[in-house]
């Protein structure tokens, strides 16, 4: 029996707010210019930016004659005419880009699709002409593309070994077990592909600059291209009051804004750059390919005994970047003996960044595909051998978890998915000339928070405007500050507008690390709770609210909050203010922090011709547990977004590389494949109601990240269930099941 | 991508010494200057053009080389038409002409004389929402919403066109255009909501 897909419009369970339409659905609907580059700029000049066409090397000559003699070109910037920029450092060092490459800061050639030219000119067909006609010669030197390519040195850091856990014997306990798994796994290069590219449009009025682009984090903007630009961050304004997708590439600044606003400065012009989709491979950062070592141990009766994650990650040669998913698989399982390690490879690539769950969706795919290979090897359900291994703590430190459902999560989604009609054994299934099979895993995501400030602006007419420079990406979260406001003040959400995404509007935390609704809703609670002290305690209405104003002789009532976690301090608001992103909580009176996860159980079905190997889905079911739920509509769509996701993780996307030359091959929507509507079955989502009321005031856990992790991991392990064949190196393609038997 | 290859080349920027190597084509830094007379045949035309957009009558003196969507997102100032991939691939910048789904970035504003445009700006009747772009918001069809214009229009063709009568069917026509939020289902939901009303 197929379970009847939830509707779109859930009915709202125990602890979950109205699923209210979002907020701004008509103007999304209408085509209302929302975007960074949809804003209006005065007279804008188009910049084109040109790109290096060599991983290593160095420009021996750069000839613009010919583009420069194109009617419309006003100005072509190479190494050798680039405005000048102060060199800032990466974010992770403490200063604001993602890459601490300089683009034409020298003739020197560091990674494929680097910035060699700009071209500026009156329209975008000008542009891209003239920038057809430069002509440049590299002397060329063989990069180191990835692991394995001469040259490419593993390293690992201080900060990484520092984060390596470790618990009891692994070694000795791994030996003596009397089951074990060893396997490695590895991911691809992967690229956020957002539909909405990167762009940059900045413009002057004497010393003060506004920059629309699309950005996960409008304060770090502002002061990061204050900082590569030598002036005031109180001369920039950072506008973009929607962001057309991100995740995670628009979160923290590359070096092409400074660049545009520096053009802009130079020209006395203001200046209109969108990125094309082929640079924005190597423009933007990007999952890096990562490689895994699992080793398992377990008694016979199905207790972990032994667990060891060791990981790979690339990066640059310039910085090191690393996810470091060994935090999140170290302490999902009870188990008493834990080694874990991770290192990096530095390559001729450009910088990688977060992308959706950066450390779960690789290093839990990886674990939760030997769990798999491990259950089978006890002969054992899955669902069954993570429930023996359930915990409610920390198997490295003891900390307790502060809620944790997925055993909950499991059996909802056992029961809608009809679990109980898998057969254990591989191969046992067919319906015509399909083989298929049934697959599970967890998925899981820390909740995370930042400080946060807010402003809420009240009315005679009891009108509520909260201003918050937090960020929609599509998460919903206009929604959520509009619906957390009205519920605190007791009001209509109609009465509620909420303006966001303008460094106009009080800093709010990076639209990352699914921190949003927790961190910016929390301070929109704060200081909404300080407009109803303002007003005796509760929002009066209708005419006591008239004469509450006449009391106070004014027409507008104004307050400001600033909201920080548990466990960081005033340092973190000022953090803040600096677009820098201050720090989790810390340790609280020097107990180990509780551990603070959304869960969810993630099913999958998959279909394999039997004899062209077509891998099709055609159903997943996903349970989720995340605390509060502010709007379960906008919820539920984060969730079957992220399954979706994981679905195109596990059998579509890999940006591919030219190991030799270092350079990607498909850096195009054509041959970069993201699900489309075919691709995608049936989708189930259950919410599974979940109250905690330690993580933070509102009781929420961050959710846009749950769940895309896990489910490249269960339609793995069905793919093992209906072939008998484990593909340990993502994505599952046709071609890796060939020798199958027919 | 040069553009136009029938124009003699010189070759001589090819030659160099054994470790210097040329970049192939594209915004890559294609090798190669065009010489200096080529410039002139190359240089831009334009052309006069006359059109309906949005049941309006437009008269525009277009750069040949201008695509619709960049006219939609520049001198029209119509920017709800979206720039995805510029390349045909990913359905964002769908429009109608002449009552059918073309990609505005594959079409030259000078090839449009006497042809009918409407973008997501002229869907609705005044305030009313015309009935997919209801069934959008009804169902969730979007999160972040940049390609919702692409999708809306794409999908009162696709009912048009006779292509929604089966969710296999919806899926199969509206899998030109990507939503990297993922709102698949969410979209055939509002295209099934919708179809009876087109």
């Known amino acids: 029996m197929m379970a009847e897909a939830t509707p779109p419009v859930p009915e709202p369970g125990e602890n979950m707010g109205k699923p209210l339409p979002r907020y701004e659905a008509r103007a999304k609907v209408t085509g209302e210019p929302l975007y960074a580059d949809d804003l209006q700029l005065p007279?804008?000049?188009?910049?084109?930016?040109?790109?290096?066409?060599?991983?290593?090397g160095r420009i021996l000559q750069i000839d613009t004659a010919a583009a420069d003699a194109l009617p419309g070109v006003l100005k072509i910037y190479t190494h050798l005419n680039a405005p000048r920029r102060e060199v800032t450092k990466h974010y992770t060092e403490g200063g604001y880009v993602s890459d601490s490459a300089v683009p034409l800061g020298g003739p020197d050639i560091v990674n494929d699709g680097q910035i060699v030219a700009v071209v500026v000119a009156e329209d975008f067909a000008t542009a891209r002409d003239a920038a057809h006609r430069i002509a440049i010669r590299y002397e060329e030197r063989s990069p180191s593309a990835t692991f394995g390519s001469a040259g490419a040195a593993t390293i690992q850091p201080d900060a990484l070994a520092a984060k390596s856990k470790k618990a009891g014997d692994f070694a000795g306990a791994y030996a003596a077990a009397p089951v074990k798994i060893d396997a490695e796994y590895s991911t691809p290069t992967m690229h956020h592909n957002p539909i909405e590219l990167f762009?940059?449009?900045?413009?002057?009025?004497?010393?003060?600059?506004?920059?629309?682009?699309p950005s996960q984090f409008v304060w770090q903007l502002k002061n990061g291209v204050a900082s590569a630009l030598g002036i005031d961050p109180e001369n920039v304004e950072v506008r973009d009051p929607f962001v057309g997708g991100a995740f995670g590439s628009k979160g923290m600044m590359t070096q092409?804004?400074?660049?545009?606003?520096?053009?802009?400065?130079?020209?006395?012009?203001?200046?209109?750059?969108?990125?094309?989709?082929?640079?924005?491979?190597?423009?933007?950062?990007?999952?890096?390919?990562?490689?895994?070592?699992?080793?398992?141990?377990?008694?016979?009766?199905?207790?972990?005994?032994?667990?060891?994650?060791?990981?790979?990650?690339?990066?640059?040669?310039?910085?090191?970047?690393?996810?470091?998913?060994?935090?999140?698989?170290?302490?999902?399982?009870?188990?008493?003996?834990?080694?874990?390690?991770?290192?990096?490879?530095?390559?001729?690539?450009?910088?990688?960044?977060?992308?959706?769950?950066?450390?779960?969706?690789p290093y839990m795919y990886a674990l939760e595909a030997a769990m798999d290979e491990m259950a089978a090897a006890l002969a054992m359900d899955p669902v069954e051998f993570r429930r023996i291994n359930d915990t409610k703590v920390s198997p490295v430190t003891g900390a307790p978890y502060t809620s944790r459902s997925l055993m909950e999560c499991y059996d909802r989604a056992a029961?809608?998915?009809?679990?109980?009609?898998?057969?254990?054994?591989?191969?046992?299934?067919?319906?015509?000339?399909?083989?298929?099979?049934y697959g599970c895993a967890t998925a899981c995501y820390p909740t995370s928070m930042m400080a946060a400030t807010a402003r809420a602006i009240l009315t005679p007419s009891g009108r509520v405007e909260i201003q918050i420079a937090a960020h929609d990406v599509g998460t919903g979260a206009y929604t959520a500050m509009q619906q957390i406001a009205a519920r605190e003040l007791g009001v209509d959400p109609r009465m509620v507008s909420v303006r966001m995404g303008d460094t106009a509007y009080p800093p709010g935390p990076v639209a990352g690390g699914s921190m949003t609704t927790a961190s910016a809703g929390s301070a929109v609670k704060l200081v909404c709770d300080k407009l109803k002290q303002r007003l005796g305690g509760a929002l009066p209405s209708g005419r006591e609210l008239e004469q509450a104003f006449d009391r106070l002789g004014t027409r507008r009532i104004e307050e400001y909050a600033e909201w920080t976690p548990p466990g960081q301090g005033k340092e973190a608001v000022q953090a803040l203010y600096k677009g820098?992103?201050?720090?989790?909580?810390?340790?609280?009176?020097?107990?180990?922090?509780?551990?603070?996860?959304?869960?969810?159980?993630?099913?999958?079905?998959?279909?394999?011709?039997?004899?062209?190997?077509e891998i099709r889905v055609p159903r997943l079911t996903g349970a989720f547990a995340g605390g509060h739920i502010v709007n379960p509509r906008t919820a539920r769509s984060q969730y079957l977004g992220g399954m979706i996701w994981g679905l195109g993780q596990a059998l579509l996307e890999q940006t591919e590389l030219d190991e030799l030359r270092g350079r990607y091959i498909n850096d195009n929507l054509a041959e970069y494949l993201v699900a489309v509507n075919a691709d995608v079955p049936e989708v189930d989502i259950i919410m599974v109601p979940e109250v905690d009321s330690q993580v933070n005031p509102l009781g929420v856990k961050g959710i846009g990240e749950l769940a895309n992790v896990g489910t490249a991991a269960a339609i793995a392990n069905a793919v093992y269930n209906a072939t008998g064949k484990r593909i340990r190196d993502l994505p599952v393609t046709m071609d890796k099941l060939l020798d199958v038997p027919a | 991508m040069t553009q136009n290859t029938s124009l003699p080349i010189s070759r001589r920027g090819f030659i160099g010494g054994g470790a210097v190597a040329i970049s192939a084509a594209g915004l890559n830094a294609r090798a190669e200057a065009a010489p200096a007379s080529a410039v002139d045949q190359n240089a831009p035309h334009r052309a006069n053009v006359r059109f309906t957009l949005n049941g309006r009558s437009r008269e525009l003196t277009a750069d040949t080389r201008l695509t619709l969507l960049d006219a939609l997102r520049g001198p029209l100032a119509l920017p709800g038409t979206k720039k995805g991939c510029d390349h045909g691939q990913c359905g964002a910048c769908t429009v109608h002409i002449d009552g059918s789904r073309h990609l505005a970035c594959f079409t030259l504003v000078a090839g449009l004389e006497g042809r009918e445009v409407t973008t997501i700006e002229g869907l609705a009747e005044g305030d009313k929402l015309h009935p997919m772009q209801q069934a959008f918001i009804d169902n969730d069809a979007f999160q972040c919403g940049y390609c919702t214009p692409g999708q809306i229009m794409s999908a009162v063709a696709c009912v048009k066109e006779g292509h929604a009568r089966t969710d296999t069917e919806i899926r199969e026509y509206m899998s030109g255009n990507i939503c990297r939020c993922s709102a698949y289902p969410n979209i055939v939901a509002a295209v099934k909501q919708a179809r009876g009303k087109i």
């Open chain 1, 43 to 56: 007279n804008p000049a188009i910049a084109l930016f040109v790109t290096s066409g060599i991983a290593r």
């Open chain 1, 256 to 361: 092409r804004s400074p660049l545009i606003a520096a053009i802009a400065r130079d020209l006395r012009r203001p200046i209109r750059n969108v990125v094309l989709r082929d640079q924005g491979f190597t423009l933007a950062t990007y999952r890096a390919e990562t490689r895994h070592r699992l080793q398992l141990g377990a008694t016979r009766d199905g207790k972990l005994t032994a667990l060891s994650h060791e990981g790979w990650e690339v990066t640059s040669r310039q910085d090191d970047y690393s996810v470091a998913g060994i935090e999140a698989t170290t302490e999902m399982y009870a188990c008493p003996n834990i080694a874990s390690k991770v290192s990096l490879v530095k390559a001729d690539r450009n910088t990688p960044g977060f992308m959706r769950s950066p450390p779960e969706t």
């Open chain 1, 415 to 437: 029961a809608t998915f009809g679990w109980n009609r898998r057969k254990a054994e591989p191969m046992a299934t067919r319906e015509g000339d399909w083989l298929i099979g």
């Open chain 1, 199 to 213: 762009s940059t449009a900045a413009a002057w009025n004497g010393e003060r600059l506004t920059v629309h682009e």
């Open chain 1, 580 to 613: 820098q992103m201050g720090g989790g909580g810390g340790a609280e009176g020097g107990k180990p922090k509780p551990l603070m996860y959304a869960f969810g159980a993630e099913f999958a079905e998959v279909r394999i011709h039997r004899l062209t190997r």
